[in-house]
């Protein structure tokens, strides 16, 4: 590519200023944008100490909503940034600004549930003199409008705060859009997980796709198998997740309308399982004795499935949603051939030599155990041509609707994550690659397309951890988010986009959220960490 | 009953970090099984000899002090700032682990209680600029309960930081190149002041000596001028958030010294100027289209007296606020298409006799500009384009190399011509790829050009450059470290230094050191560190 080319031009001045000039214009405050976004040029000022939040009277949810009282708290800190909360509200009150009081209310009390699949995330926000409302049928929506709401208010050169006049109808284009952080390759602290999860709150994603365990690390701690990270965490004290940070990560999403889809993906990517847990990988041969080293799981012993059924269990408790992610991908047959058990099993079910014969048996009857546990299985593509009853994520490069057609055609649900591996730095920073995705262009029914739910960012580990993670995910994930949450017609011009996403990474910024630079320029207040 | 801690030292420390490489590893690294004889040294010295003896130190014991013979004191506040660094690295440090009986050591380990450090030469530099000629060797010999770091002066000493991980060991060191730098482009993108700092503080890890910084461009102008304060008025991105006050700059250079690094500021001219423009009327070129000014700028007007006044006032200024020996003059990239569309212009090239051939122009206030910095006595560099354009150079001139990746031929013909280089073409770090590029920057060997050992002699070192397209505080350490580290080794260690997988070893503990540290250099490849980054 042009990159690897020999020169190292610094001059890109013309694009530079044409962007520039761009920036200028008429920023249109909101990330993703909404589905119906009407605003005046009619101002008004809004003071932290006459602002409210309330639950209108109509409202079922009232005070004591936990996912409400406490996105209050938050947006009250993202509406008024400045605002030092170690000062009283009644102190200085020269209240010559009139209360401004923003009414949500809702018409479900999902207030204690988990958000899921079918969660409604519309929202209504109306915002004229001295009022919002924002309406929704469910506490998530109410969440994604405040969101919008916070997006809305702006600051002047002397730091007054205002909102203009507004009113927006809001719903997302896709149900299920995720983004996958790597925990095996790197372990991420708690606090970088965290932190991401209030980042995907600001772009509107709803599902933290946890791919939590892989070959290099197995950093989960589980209560019926302890010696899987005592063994195969990178450090069995400092380099796992207990119980409660599990819980913990669940609960902060929660609160912000986010899934979190666990990921235990078999029978390859298992490594870092067999060390503590014997036999449950396949013994490798090599000249006809076992050379020492593993390979997938071992698909011919019936304690394999065992000892999945407990895990499932386990899993399935742990995480309240109701999808689960098996994996099934990359599974690498040259060791299954090698071993002469498997071979005589191979024969035993009439499988030949046919190996994927084998994965998909060991596929099915991994999707049999957590059918049973009620939960819908999604797997990557790789596996999906044997299976009815799951879901599946579409991730290899090349003619990605393709796949998504074809697997639409199958009658199964789609998950689009190919255009969106963000772990690749290059070769160009270019996140308009992201954004001009269209994940429904393919030829196919309304029907087929319905099948398609989402879409998923991917960040795998190899070259990630908490050092560089936010910065690399941020704001190229944005991009994406729009496309999953927005209007496809009305946001398919990179031009048109490129100012608002470079004013939303400086609100990102602004909110600590460690965001790069999309090109040259500046943030009034620019990060000042490390 | 006090802690012991035992310093493991280069057998022992941070082992288990890598991966093994058995299944999807790089097959340049499928050798690698994760620990080097040299531990974590980095960049790694001349002369290394270890034994396996360790030694254990204890917290409320260990000192770090002048040795009676060393020319330098208490009073020498560079050194005592350093051993009281190095005292929070050492006993805080990755290479720190509490004591278990190990191998290593059969009858238990004697105490280490003292470094010495001897300051040889009479005069210690203690409060001196270090400079391109500075001496920056140091011997190290921790043989006996006191260890000894000998070094000529200070800047040897601050090197000798390598004694965080040692066993009973003697280390002869000095650098390959005498500069070895890395640019920050403050311009595209402003930096806050504690990001630069910690930048120098990881520097001085990786033994780079020169922050070369590139502190204005087109985008804006962050330097106040005492002289000119409207070009930051005008020409910053904030006229008080987004500057750098006489004060900023100051600190930058002091806090640099106190870690034996130079700062060399560049001022790009006559092109890459547009924030000038703003502060500063009549200074650029006015364009036109057909006959009438188009209302844009071009390069700096060399036609105008008025110019070269101003600019004898402002690097009159530079030459006093900057007290490294040189100054970075830029001139790359010029843009002629305006200076072309200028009548005035075409005007002064018909009496000059310079025809068409607008580099000849260049040329001529680049000339003009050089005679203004000499009269200032400051040495220079510049970008490649002003020596391949032909313009006269004082000898003691020193060439950028940046184009064309690899661009050894060019630094065979400017060494030919007599001049001293640097290279920086293989190390544009803002250019990101998928996978391990560290490698890349590792591979480069600087003198692989066609030349005589005289002309190798002209290579004095080289530099990282960090452009600031994509690059702001929010992800500028992450992009930078560890893959600078890969040049800071290429520029100190001995060129036959290249093994790759023993590189790959010490590289991710070195790395992890730095997270220690606080700083976030990105991970190499998957694996961990014993203390990931908290710094959220």
């Not at chain 2, 004889?37 to 002090?65: A, C, N, T």
């Not at chain 2, 238990?108 to 030469?121: A, C, D, M, N, Y």
């Not at chain 2, 930081?161 to 040692?166: D, N, P, S, V």
Request: hydrophobic share 35%; proline share 6%.
């Amino acid at each position: 590519t042009k990159r690897d080319s020999v020169t190292n031009l610094r001059r890109s001045y013309v694009r530079w200023t044409v962007q520039r000039i761009k920036k200028e214009k008429n920023v249109l405050g909101v990330w993703p944008l909404p589905q119906d976004f009407t605003s005046s040029m009619e101002q008004y000022p809004l003071n932290p100490h006459t602002f409210h939040f309330g639950y209108g009277k109509q409202s079922v949810a009232q005070r004591g909503c936990s996912v409400l009282d406490s996105a209050f708290k938050r947006y009250f800190s993202l509406v008024f940034p400045d605002y030092s909360s170690g000062r009283l509200h009644n102190e200085w009150t020269q209240i010559k600004d009139k209360p401004f009081t923003a009414e949500i209310s809702v018409d479900h009390d999902h207030c204690d549930d988990y958000p899921n699949e079918e969660s409604s995330e519309r929202y209504n926000l109306s915002v004229s003199e001295r009022k919002a409302v924002l309406n929704a049928e469910t506490v998530w929506g109410a969440v994604r409008g405040l969101e919008t709401f916070s997006q809305l208010v702006y600051q002047d050169d002397s730091g007054s705060y205002f909102v203009n006049k507004t009113e927006i109808v809001d719903f997302p284009r896709f149900q299920f859009r995720g983004i996958l952080l790597d925990t095996s390759r790197h372990f991420l602290p708690v606090q970088t997980i965290l932190k991401t999860l209030d980042a995907m709150a600001y772009n509107k994603f709803n599902v933290f796709h946890w791919h939590i365990v892989d070959d290099p690390s197995f950093p989960y701690q589980s209560c019926t198998f302890p010696n899987l990270s005592s063994k195969g965490a990178f450090h069995p004290m400092t380099h796992i997740y207990t119980q409660s940070d599990v819980r913990r990560v669940i609960s902060y999403a929660r609160l912000r309308g986010i899934r979190v889809l666990p990921e235990f993906d078999s029978p390859g990517h298992t490594s870092s399982w067999g060390k503590g847990q014997s036999n449950l990988l396949t013994p490798c041969y090599r000249s006809g004795i076992p050379s020492g080293t593993f390979g997938p799981v071992n698909p011919a012993l019936p304690s394999t499935y065992q000892f999945m059924a407990r895990l499932f269990q386990e899993v399935s408790s742990v995480f309240p949603d109701s999808f689960i992610h098996l994996g099934g991908d990359e599974v690498d047959f040259s060791c299954w051939r090698s071993n002469p058990d498997i071979r005589t099993f191979m024969q035993k079910m009439g499988f030949g030599v046919d190996f994927a014969k084998l994965q998909a048996f060991y596929m099915e009857s991994i999707v049999n155990i957590t059918s049973a546990l009620k939960k819908t299985s999604i797997v990557w593509q790789d596996v999906f041509d044997y299976h009815k009853r799951v879901m599946v994520e579409v991730w290899r490069a090349g003619c990605y609707l393709c796949e998504v057609r074809k697997v639409a055609k199958a009658g199964l649900r789609v998950i689009l994550a190919s255009p969106w591996y963000l772990d690749q730095p290059g070769p160009t920073h270019d996140w308009a690659r992201y954004y001009t995705v269209w994940p429904l262009a393919f030829k196919g029914t309304d029907k087929q397309k319905k099948l398609v739910i989402g879409g998923e960012v991917c960040m795998w580990g190899e070259y990630v951890d908490a050092t560089n993670l936010t910065p690399r995910l941020w704001p190229r994930a944005s991009a994406a988010a729009e496309r999953l949450w927005s209007d496809e017609r009305r946001t398919s011009n990179v031009d048109q986009a490129f100012p608002r996403l470079q004013d939303f990474r400086c609100k990102l910024v602004r909110r600590g959220i460690q965001a790069e630079p999309l090109y040259i320029g500046h943030c009034k207040h620019e990060f000042q960490g490390v | 009953m006090r802690t012991v801690l035992v310093l493991l030292g280069v057998f022992g420390s941070c082992r288990g970090l890598q991966p093994d490489y058995t299944e999807q590893g790089d097959p340049e690294l499928q050798s690698a099984s994760g620990s080097s004889k040299y531990g974590s040294l980095w960049p790694l010295p001349q002369k290394v000899q270890i034994s396996d003896v360790s030694f254990r130190l204890s917290v409320s014991g260990f000192r770090i002090r002048d040795a009676k013979e060393s020319s330098a004191g208490p009073s020498c506040s560079l050194l005592q700032n350093a051993y009281r660094r190095y005292y929070e690295y050492i006993l805080g440090g990755a290479g720190v682990k509490k004591q278990k009986p190990g191998k290593n050591w059969r009858s238990g380990p004697s105490e280490l209680t003292e470094l010495q450090v001897w300051i040889t030469s009479p005069d210690s530099d203690c409060d001196a600029f270090p400079s391109v000629t500075s001496d920056e060797s140091y011997e190290l010999t921790v043989d006996q309960p006191v260890a000894v770091l000998k070094a000529p002066n200070v800047w040897g000493a601050l090197h000798g930081r390598t004694f965080r991980l040692i066993n009973s060991s003697v280390i002869s060191d000095f650098p390959r190149f005498a500069h070895r730098g890395i640019l920050l482009d403050t311009s595209r993108h402003f930096l806050p002041i504690k990001v630069i700092l910690a930048n120098l503080e990881t520097m001085a890890m990786n033994k780079f000596n020169v922050f070369h910084w590139h502190i204005v461009d087109d985008p804006s102008f962050p330097y106040l001028s005492r002289t000119f304060p409207q070009l930051s008025q005008q020409g910053a991105y904030h006229p008080y958030t987004h500057v750098y006050t006489p004060a900023d700059v100051k600190m930058v250079i002091e806090f640099a010294r106190l870690r034996g690094i130079r700062v060399i500021p560049e001022f790009d001219t006559p092109g890459h100027t547009q924030s000038w423009g703003k502060g500063q009327p009549d200074l650029l070129t006015p364009c036109y289209s057909g006959s009438t000014p188009s209302g844009t700028f071009g390069p700096v007007n060399p036609i105008l007296n008025t110019t070269y006044d101003f600019m004898k006032q402002f690097f009159t200024e530079v030459s006093t606020v900057f007290p490294d020996g040189y100054v970075h003059l830029g001139g790359d990239e010029v843009d002629f298409s305006c200076w072309k569309s200028n009548p005035d212009i075409k005007k002064f090239m018909d009496q000059q006799g310079f025809g068409q051939d607008y580099s000849k122009l260049e040329s001529f206030y680049i000339q003009k500009l050089l005679d203004i910095v000499t009269t200032t006595k400051k040495g220079y560099m510049i970008w490649q384009e002003v020596f391949d354009n032909g313009v006269k150079l004082k000898p003691d001139t020193v060439v950028h190399v940046w184009i064309g990746g690899g661009s050894n031929e060019e630094m065979g013909k400017v060494t030919a011509a007599g001049y001293t280089t640097i290279l920086s073409a293989p190390w544009y770090l803002d250019y990101i790829s998928t996978g391990q590029d560290w490698q890349k920057y590792y591979k480069v060997e600087p003198l692989s050009f066609n030349g005589t050992e005289a002309q190798k002699k002209l290579v004095i070192g080289g530099e990282a450059c960090l452009w600031g397209e994509y690059v702001d505080a929010t992800n500028l350490t992450p992009r930078l470290w560890p893959r600078a580290s890969a040049v800071a080794e290429r520029l100190w260690s001995s060129k036959d230094v290249k093994d790759i997988s023993d590189a790959y070893n010490r590289l991710t503990v070195h790395r992890c050191r730095m997270v220690q540290r606080g700083i976030p250099a990105e991970p190499l490849f998957y694996g961990f560190c014993p203390h990931e980054y908290k710094g959220i």
